[in-house]
T-cell receptor, first 116, second 113 residues
């Protein structure tokens, strides 16, 4: 039962254009969402997060959008750069409730390739 | 430098031979966790620890053990490894249980033959 799904295993974009990575979730108790970036031979690194009380969070070239009614979030990268080529993982957490945080559920990941 | 250190980076072993993957963090983080990454499945949580002597199961704990005797260390123990435990393993730590941002180690590639 995959509670967090990234339906696109890969995405290829041209340098300078927008990259849009998508993520869907099924557990309505999730209230905190994060994106991680992973380069080969390294561990994932935190990129950006959003709480369910917001619908948008921006950090430089990276913006995360949350649509709670659709249980969907997306990561926009504008403009895309070759150094952004990596695997991007979406993750979700239930910060209020029995487990009160402590568990992070990840999606399968999307390989982004930005071509020069 | 703030970091999570895992050892070894690569390990090849045979079925049934007990092994331990070590994990250490130098950030005085309370929360630590182990994940495995498999193709098409993303990262799945094995075990986590909210503090010293406090551990709990994640989504895929079968075949694994952990201990948290000191705040900085969180070893992953495979008492009797099997081929289905061949995977890429990541240790991670966080300031608190709300996981604002996990810090990950660089991974341990385990092959069980």
């Amino acid at each position: 039962d995959q509670q967090v799904k990234q339906n696109s295993p890969s995405l290829s974009v041209q340098e300078g254009r927008i990259s849009i990575l998508n993520c869907d979730y099924t557990n309505s108790m999730f209230d905190y969402f994060l994106w991680y970036k992973k380069y080969p031979a390294e561990g994932p690194t935190f990129l950006i997060s959003i709480s369910s009380i917001k619908d948008k969070n921006e950090d430089g070239r990276f913006t995360v959008f949350l649509n709670k009614s659709a249980k969907h979030l997306s990561l926009h990268i504008v403009p895309s750069q070759p150094g952004d080529s990596a695997v991007y993982f979406c993750a979700a957490s239930e910060r209020e409730g029995e487990t009160s945080g402590s568990r992070l559920t990840f999606g399968e990941g999307t390989q982004l390739t930005v071509n020069p | 430098e703030a970091q999570v250190t895992q050892n070894p980076r690569y390990l090849i072993t045979v079925t049934g031979k007990k092994l331990t993957v070590t994990c250490s963090q130098n950030m005085n983080h309370e929360y630590m966790s182990w994940y495995r990454q498999d193709p098409g499945l993303g990262l799945r949580q094995i075990y986590y620890s909210m503090n010293v002597e406090v551990t709990d199961k994640g989504d895929v704990p079968e075949g694994y053990k952990v201990s948290r005797k000191e705040k900085r260390n969180f070893p992953l123990i495979l008492e009797s490894p099997s081929p289905n435990q061949t995977s890429l393993y990541f240790c991670a730590s966080s300031r608190d249980r709300f996981l604002v941002a996990l810090h990950f180690g660089n991974g341990t590639r385990l092959t069980v033959t």
